[in-house]
C-alpha cells in the first residue's frame, strides 16, 4: 500500500478548502520520505500513520455518527448534544462533598435537640446489638427517635432500638445512642457517622462505643466483655475520606492511641471492683453482613485480632477526628467461623446480649462518672 497516496486521499476527502496550514502538513507526511535504499520499518509506517486522526479513516460512517468527522456539522442546535450524557458524574462532572456529609443538616439536628431539653450532654455512648438496656438507666431522661431528627439515618438492624436518650447517670449529662446504622446497610461512611458528629457539635467530649463481636482468640467466652485495645479497619472505607472541614478536626488525625489507655485503665479498675471479668483485645472491623468464613477468621488471627464485628472502626476515627476520648467495649455474643462446629445466627447475638445486659448495665452504672470527660472541642 502506498502511504503518501492514502494520506492525500485523507486530505482531499476531509480538509476543507481555505485550511492550507494543515493542508500542507498533511502534504508533507508522504514527501519526507527516507532514501530508496533505506527501507522503513513498519514501526517506521505506524508513526507516520499515528498523525491522522483515528475517526478520519473511518470513511464509511457517516458524519454525523458518534465521532463526527472534521468538518462534518452537527445536526443538532448548538450546545446540544447529539447523544445524551449518562447521568453518573462523567464527563468531567466529577463532584466531591466533604466527608461529614451535610454540615448545615449536622447544624440542624444539633439545634432541634437542644430545643428539646436543657440536658447538655459531655459524654456519648453508643448500644449495639441486643445492648440497649443500659438506656434506661437514665434519669430525667429525654427520648427522641431517630426518625424525628433531621438528618439522623434509621436502623434497620434487629437489635437496635434507634432512638436518641438524653439524660443523667449521677450528676454527669450523658447522651445514649440506642441503636447505630452500619454500612452494610447501605449506608455511606458519613451517614454511619452522623450521630457522632453531631454529639460532636452539641459539646460531648468523650465516646464510649459497645459493640456485638465474635470471638477469634479461643481464650475469650461467649458472654465475656472485651476492652477494645486497637482495631483493624477492614471496611475498605474512610469517613474522612474527602475535603477536610477545618472547623471538626485535623487533615491528618493522629490514630496512635485511638482507645485512650486512661480510658482503659479505669474500666480495668472499675471492673475489678465489681468482679466483672474484663478481657482486652484487638477488634477487626469487617463489612458485613455475611459472617466470617474460618478461612477468613484464621487469616484475622494471623494478622492479631482478637475480636471480629462490622461496626465502631468509622465512628471511632471521626471521634478521634473531632478531638474526642474514646471508649470501646465488645461483648463476646458468639465464637467465630471454624472455633466451634456449631452454625453462627442473629439470634445467639441478640440472646448472648440480653445474656449479658444486667452485666453491662451494672458495669457502665459505675464506670461513666468516673471517666473525665476529654477537652472542649475549640469552636469555629
Same mark, same amino acid.
Given at each position: 500500500?502506498?502511504?503518501?497516496?492514502?494520506?492525500?486521499?485523507c486530505?482531499?476527502?476531509?480538509?476543507?478548502?481555505?485550511?492550507?496550514?494543515?493542508?500542507?502538513?498533511?502534504?508533507?507526511?508522504?514527501?519526507?520520505?527516507?532514501?530508496?535504499?533505506?527501507?522503513?520499518?513498519?514501526?517506521?509506517?505506524?508513526? &507516520?500513520?499515528?498523525?491522522?486522526?483515528?475517526?478520519?479513516?473511518?470513511?464509511?460512517?457517516?458524519?454525523?455518527?458518534?465521532n463526527?468527522?472534521?468538518?462534518?456539522?452537527?445536526?443538532?442546535?448548538?450546545?446540544?448534544?447529539r447523544?445524551?450524557?449518562?447521568?453518573?458524574?462523567?464527563?468531567?462532572?466529577?463532584?466531591?462533598?466533604?466527608?461529614?456529609?451535610?454540615?448545615?443538616?449536622?447544624?440542624?439536628?444539633?439545634?432541634y435537640?437542644?430545643?428539646?431539653?436543657?440536658?447538655?450532654?459531655?459524654?456519648?455512648?453508643?448500644l449495639?446489638?441486643?445492648?440497649?438496656?443500659?438506656?434506661?438507666?437514665?434519669? !430525667?431522661?429525654?427520648?427522641?427517635?431517630?426518625?424525628?431528627?433531621p438528618?439522623?439515618?434509621?436502623?434497620?438492624?434487629v437489635?437496635?432500638?434507634?432512638?436518641?436518650?438524653?439524660?443523667?447517670?449521677?450528676?454527669?449529662?450523658?447522651?445514649?445512642?440506642?441503636?447505630?446504622?452500619?454500612?452494610?446497610?447501605?449506608?455511606?461512611?458519613?451517614?454511619?457517622?452522623?450521630?457522632?458528629?453531631?454529639?460532636?457539635?452539641?459539646?460531648?467530649r468523650?465516646?464510649?462505643?459497645?459493640?456485638?463481636?465474635?470471638?477469634?482468640?479461643?481464650?475469650?467466652?461467649?458472654?465475656?466483655?472485651?476492652?477494645?485495645?486497637?482495631?483493624?479497619?477492614?471496611?475498605?472505607?474512610?469517613p474522612?475520606?474527602?475535603?477536610?472541614?477545618?472547623?471538626?478536626?485535623?487533615?491528618?488525625?493522629?490514630?496512635?492511641?485511638?482507645?485512650?489507655?486512661?480510658?482503659?485503665?479505669?474500666?480495668?479498675?472499675?471492673?475489678?471492683?465489681?468482679?466483672?471479668?474484663l478481657? !482486652?483485645?484487638?477488634?477487626?472491623?469487617?463489612?458485613?453482613?455475611?459472617? !466470617?468464613?474460618?478461612?477468613?477468621?484464621? &487469616?484475622?488471627?494471623?494478622?492479631?485480632?482478637?475480636?471480629?464485628?462490622?461496626?465502631?472502626a468509622? !465512628?471511632?476515627?471521626?471521634?478521634n477526628?473531632?478531638?474526642?476520648?474514646?471508649?470501646?467495649?465488645?461483648?463476646?455474643?458468639?465464637m467465630?467461623?471454624?472455633?466451634?462446629?456449631q452454625?453462627?445466627?442473629?439470634d445467639?447475638?441478640?440472646?448472648?446480649?440480653?445474656?449479658?445486659?444486667?452485666?453491662?448495665?451494672?458495669?457502665?452504672?459505675?464506670?461513666?462518672?468516673?471517666?473525665?470527660?476529654?477537652?472542649?472541642?475549640?469552636?469555629?
Open positions: 500500500m502506498d502511504h503518501g497516496r492514502f494520506l492525500e486521499g486530505r482531499q476527502h476531509w480538509e476543507p478548502p481555505g485550511n492550507a496550514a494543515r493542508a500542507q502538513r498533511i502534504r508533507g507526511f508522504h514527501t519526507t520520505r527516507p532514501p530508496e535504499s533505506q527501507p522503513r520499518s513498519e514501526i517506521f509506517h505506524h508513526r &507516520y500513520l499515528r498523525f491522522v486522526r483515528f475517526r478520519q479513516l473511518q470513511l464509511h460512517r457517516h458524519p454525523d455518527w458518534r463526527r468527522g472534521a468538518g462534518a456539522q452537527p445536526q443538532v442546535g448548538p450546545g446540544a448534544l447523544y445524551p450524557r449518562r447521568g453518573r458524574g462523567l464527563h468531567g462532572e466529577f463532584h466531591v462533598r466533604l466527608h461529614c456529609g451535610n454540615a448545615a443538616v449536622i447544624e440542624e439536628a444539633r439545634q435537640i437542644e430545643n428539646s431539653t436543657d440536658v447538655r450532654p459531655v459524654i456519648g455512648v453508643v449495639g446489638s441486643g445492648l440497649g438496656a443500659f438506656a434506661a438507666e437514665l434519669t !430525667e431522661r429525654v427520648d427522641l427517635p431517630y426518625s424525628e431528627l438528618g439522623w439515618p434509621g436502623s434497620t438492624a437489635g437496635h432500638a434507634g432512638r436518641l436518650i438524653l439524660g443523667k447517670v449521677g450528676d454527669m449529662d450523658v447522651a445514649v445512642m440506642a441503636g447505630r446504622v452500619h454500612l452494610y446497610e447501605g449506608y455511606s461512611p458519613a451517614q454511619v457517622t452522623f450521630g457522632v458528629r453531631v454529639l460532636g457539635t452539641l459539646g460531648v468523650s465516646m464510649v462505643f459497645t459493640n456485638a463481636a465474635g470471638g477469634i482468640n479461643q481464650s475469650l467466652t461467649r458472654g465475656g466483655l472485651v476492652l477494645i485495645s486497637d482495631h483493624i479497619n477492614l471496611q475498605c472505607s474512610n474522612l475520606a474527602g475535603p477536610n472541614d477545618d472547623a471538626l478536626g485535623p487533615r491528618f488525625p493522629d490514630m496512635s492511641e485511638a482507645y485512650s489507655a486512661e480510658y482503659r485503665a479505669i474500666a480495668k479498675a472499675v471492673a475489678a471492683e465489681l468482679s466483672i471479668p478481657a !482486652e483485645g484487638v477488634y477487626a472491623a469487617v463489612l458485613g453482613p455475611s459472617y !466470617e468464613t474460618p478461612a477468613e477468621i484464621r &487469616y484475622l488471627r494471623a494478622i492479631g485480632a482478637d475480636l471480629v464485628g462490622m461496626s465502631t468509622p !465512628e471511632v476515627i471521626v471521634a477526628h473531632m478531638g474526642m476520648k474514646v471508649l470501646g467495649i465488645s461483648c463476646v455474643t458468639n467465630a467461623a471454624g472455633i466451634l462446629a452454625k453462627i445466627s442473629h445467639e447475638v441478640l440472646e448472648t446480649g440480653a445474656m449479658v445486659r444486667d452485666t453491662l448495665v451494672r458495669f457502665l452504672r459505675a464506670l461513666l462518672p468516673r471517666l473525665e470527660p476529654g477537652p472542649p472541642r475549640a469552636r469555629s
